[in-house]
């Protein structure tokens, strides 16, 4: 029997490409808020590396280049979701992205006693985000994030956090891989925003403001009465 409303926990979407910050908001509902944050990607890559049944078959599917079927990915999110108790809130990552996807996740709720209560997109200019991406390198030693314009070390070239002087960059933080991210997050959010807009969940957050200020505006629309 499903339990009162009282000590459900709240269940979102949260979008946003890559460098919108999105990892770094999950992590602060799933610190703040004790979330649990499901991304079909990081299972997927656990089943793969357990080498489960469903993982030699991910395996074997994505090798051949083809898409996992959608009914399978729902039953493997089915079971996850089974181990999760209902006063926990689960923020979801990468899923739904199809029409299909989005009645599938609908019912793995419902069948649970869940319902699907946000989706935030947090909403980039992509000239500024190619400008935050690229601009971005780490401490070699210890993983501390710097930028050539907004957080340089304290002493040029010496880490501020371990004193470290080596630094690093992604290979894939230029500028025309970037714009490619975009337009890949704007085909496979296209479908579904207009889905969650209709049923008015959808809520769009400044991803280019300060991380405090996101995570201030996205407590906002998580404490809506």
């Known amino acids: 029997m499903p339990q009162s409303d009282a000590v459900r926990g709240t269940n979102i979407i949260l979008l946003g490409p890559p460098g919108a910050g999105k990892g770094t908001q999950a992590g602060k509902l799933v610190a703040d808020r004790g979330m649990v944050q499901l991304s079909t990607g990081d299972i997927l890559r656990a089943a793969v590396k357990a080498g489960t049944e469903v993982g030699r078959m991910a395996d074997e599917i994505m090798k051949a280049g083809k898409l996992f079927p959608d009914e399978l990915m729902a039953e493997i999110l089915g079971e996850h979701l089974d181990g999760i108790p209902l006063e926990k809130g689960i923020i979801f990552d990468g899923?739904?992205?199809t029409a299909v996807q989005?009645?599938?996740l609908d019912g793995l709720l419902g069948s649970r006693g869940r319902t699907l209560d946000h989706v935030i997109?947090?909403?980039?200019d992509e000239e500024a985000l190619v400008d935050r991406i690229t601009g971005r390198f780490t401490c070699a030693n210890c993983g501390e994030g710097y930028h050539d314009r907004y957080k340089?070390?304290?002493?040029d070239g010496i880490c501020d956090r371990c004193?470290?002087?080596e630094f690093k960059r992604r290979p894939d933080d230029?500028?025309?891989t970037v714009r490619t991210r975009m337009a890949e997050y704007r085909a496979k959010t296209?479908?579904?925003l207009p889905i969650y807009a209709a049923r008015g969940l959808v809520s769009?957050?400044?991803?280019?403001a300060s991380m405090e200020a996101v995570e201030a505006a996205i407590a906002d629309v998580l404490d809506r009465p």
């Open 190 to 192: 296209a479908p579904i």
């Open 95 to 97: 899923y739904p992205r």
């Open 152 to 155: 340089l070390p304290a002493k």
């Open 121 to 124: 997109e947090l909403v980039v």
């Open 174 to 176: 230029n500028a025309e």
């Open 163 to 165: 004193g470290g002087t």
């Open 204 to 208: 769009d957050v400044d991803g280019m």
């Open 102 to 104: 989005a009645g599938l």
